[in-house]
């Protein structure tokens, strides 16, 4: 009940003229291993897509071809209407200098299973690196970042490390640290697979939060009841291609898709 | 291989086999539950005092050593063939102090150049341009096969390969031209010999720790939009320090001693002045030991620099360290005129 008011109260655009992300054809090869082959996806302003698939399916290659962590082989990916990591010129895609993609990647967060957050820097210095970086004076960034994280719940940790957190809380302060750069698009690579089973909830109540709010986001998940509540399209991928995609609620109740069903006994 | 092919039922072994008939617990006849068992012995045994096993071992080698080590203190304070007498009155002599100061900024500008040079040599050998990889690799591989004592008569003597050097365009132009021999002095040559071997071995040292930085850690750094040189520089490297930093310590000490093989190209350091000293009055001992003395004491000043370094790059590293702290409040709190405060004592553990 909770997930069709979740669903309701979501904004919808009006009549929008592209996808936020599209996918087309995309390809990317680990030596003779094809991980992704050919993947077309629309992702719309303000829809959580959640990518379902056994391991080594190709979900978490294709979430960091989206932000160019990984350089795909063939096709394209576009974020709002900008070509990630190429350039169009005259029948070629030329590769952009590293500076350019630090600049489209700003605009896309991402949050990582290993949470990955440095280490050697404070709660508060982790989210202001960013902003910092980009030009963001100090100041601005500090009050910026508190609000961030009274928002993941962790109000008054600023200055604590990130191992003197649990899991739960790491990770929570690693998806502050990517709104921190107030993103059009959140990639999220399985946030809660390297978390204890009672911290999975505080990370996904955060993400929901997130959802509602109207962000559009791409997650990479095994949690299918988290699936089934917040996403409005379901995909799912087989051996680095989509074998079915569409709304939780047929995805994830009747796949019509022998791997999906079989997926599906396996996980639920 | 037996077990993985129980015969007929292997497909349905999951939902059947769970809902339909294994036996409870407790249809095993064994107690569960119900009050725990006592004997008589418990509240003895719950009353008794702990007592730790004895290793009287170790108070016979403690002995013997220290017996051993009051033997060498009684002879090296009684023998008056040591001549302290001398060492007190040489100790802060003009010369040696004036060596004492060449040692010391001869250390600091190589180190500082070596170190320097030796991440940039490490960033070449970690890089994606193969020539500057192999660039690197064969610098490292060179320098660290060419003893150090090698390394400096070859820079001493380089005016006899190329007598002049000069300033100009590649092949072309020249602007400026010195003699060679003008330029390498003994203080270049020595400077330029040790900063070339620092250098190498800092790379390896510095490569290593980058190495020692989990992939993640750039990644998350890229992904919130930060160039390269700021993931080197703010994320990277000093994640590498906790492990760069012991090994520089140890570098770094044995930097200050190598400093003493510029005597032979006639450098001034150290031990040369001693040299100068007791080649005219013979006490060569009660000298040598001055020069001793001052080497453990710039040896233990570094030591204790490199512990409260440790301690500030493991900042985030422990729980226990609590949140904030620079290298000053680390210092000053463990020194014990301030008191030392008490989880630092318990990181000492």
């Known amino acids: 009940m909770s997930a069709a008011a979740a669903a309701a109260a979501k904004p919808v655009p ?36 959640v990518l379902l698939g056994p391991s080594g399916s190709g979900k978490s290659t294709l979430l960091r071809c989206v932000n160019h962590l990984e350089k795909p ?27 350019q993609v630090t600049r489209q990647r700003a605009r896309i967060g991402m949050v990582f299973q290993q949470f990955n957050l440095f280490g050697h820097m404070t709660v508060l210095e982790n989210i202001i690196e960013g902003p910092v970086a980009a030009g963001v004076p100090r100041k601005q960034a500090i009050v910026t970042a508190v609000e961030l994280l009274s928002r993941v719940g962790l109000a008054g940790r600023e200055a604590s490390y990130p191992r003197q957190l649990s899991g739960g809380q790491q990770q929570r302060v690693a998806i502050a640290r990517a709104l921190a750069l107030q993103p059009r698009l959140m990639l999220f690579d399985e946030p809660t697979s390297a978390l204890d089973p009672e911290l999975v909830g505080e990370v996904l109540s955060v993400i929901r939060d ?48 022998r791997r999906a069903r079989a997926f599906l006994a396996a996980v639920l | 291989m037996p077990d993985a092919h ?6 349905q072994a999951g939902q059947p086999a769970a809902g339909g008939g294994d036996a409870p617990p407790q249809d095993r006849g064994l107690p569960t539950g119900g009050p725990l068992t006592r004997r008589d012995e418990d509240s003895r045994l719950l009353a008794a005092r702990l007592v730790a096993a004895r290793h009287p071992g170790q108070w016979v080698s403690a002995a013997v050593v ?37 040692t010391l900024w001869m250390t600091v500008a190589v180190m500082a150049c070596g170190f320097l040079l030796g991440i940039g040599l490490a960033a070449m050998r970690l890089s994606s341009n193969p020539v500057l990889r192999t660039l690197s690799f064969v610098y490292v591989w060179l320098v660290r096969s060419v003893p150090p004592l090698v390394q ?56 290593g720790g980058i190495l020692s930085v989990e992939r993640g850690q750039s990644e998350a750094a890229e992904a919130i939009g930060l160039g390269r040189r700021r993931i ?65 004491i710039l040896t233990t000043v570094l030591s204790i620099g490199q512990y409260f370094i440790e301690r500030y790059y493991a900042r985030g590293r422990r729980r226990d360290l609590g949140p904030g702290r620079g290298l ?16 630092d004592l318990a990181g000492l553990a």
Request: aromatic share 10%.
């Open chain 2, 152 to 207: 400096l008569l070859f820079w001493y003597e380089i005016a006899s390969l190329y007598p002049q050097l000069s300033l100009g365009i590649p092949f072309g132009h020249e602007f400026v031209t010195v003699g060679t021999a003008h330029l390498f002095t003994g203080v270049l040559a020595a400077f330029a010999g040790l900063t070339v071997d620092t250098a190498a071995f800092s790379a390896e040292i510095v490569r």
């Open chain 2, 328 to 343: 000053w409040q680390i210092a000053v709190g463990n020194l014990p005129v301030f008191g030392r405060i008490r989880h």
């Open chain 1, 210 to 257: 997130l959802a509602a709010s109207g962000m559009t986001m791409i997650v990479v998940t095994h949690e299918i009841g988290f699936a089934r509540e917040v996403a409005d399209t379901v995909v799912f991928l087989d051996g680095g291609r989509i074998v079915e995609s569409g709304p939780p609620a047929s995805v994830l109740t009747s796949p019509s898709h």
């Open chain 1, 73 to 99: 082989d063939g096709g394209f990916v576009e974020v709002a209407g900008e070509l990630i990591g190429y350039r169009y010129d005259h029948g070629r895609l030329h590769e952009l200098r590293h500076r």
């Open chain 2, 6 to 11: 129980p015969p007929a039922a292997d497909g």
């Open chain 1, 14 to 49: 009006p009549a929008e003229p592209l996808p936020l992300v599209r996918i087309r054809e995309l390809r990317k090869n680990f030596g003779l291993h094809r991980v992704l082959d050919g993947i077309d996806l629309d992702v719309h302003e303000g829809a959580v897509t």
């Open chain 2, 66 to 102: 220290l017996v051993l080590f009051a033997m060498l203190v009684h002879t090296v304070i009684t023998n008056a063939r040591f001549q302290w007498r001398v060492v007190a009155e040489y100790f802060f002599y003009g010369s040696i102090m004036r060596g004492l100061v060449l």
């Open chain 2, 232 to 296: 080197f520089w703010r994320i990277v490297l000093p994640q590498a320090m906790p492990a760069i930093v012991p090994a520089t310590g140890n570098l770094l000490i044995g930097l200050l001693k190598a400093t003493s093989i510029v005597s032979v190209i006639a450098v001034a350091d150290l031990l040369y002045s001693v040299q100068l000293i007791y080649q005219q009055n013979f006490l060569i001992m009660p000298l040598l030991m001055v020069a001793t003395l001052w080497y453990i």
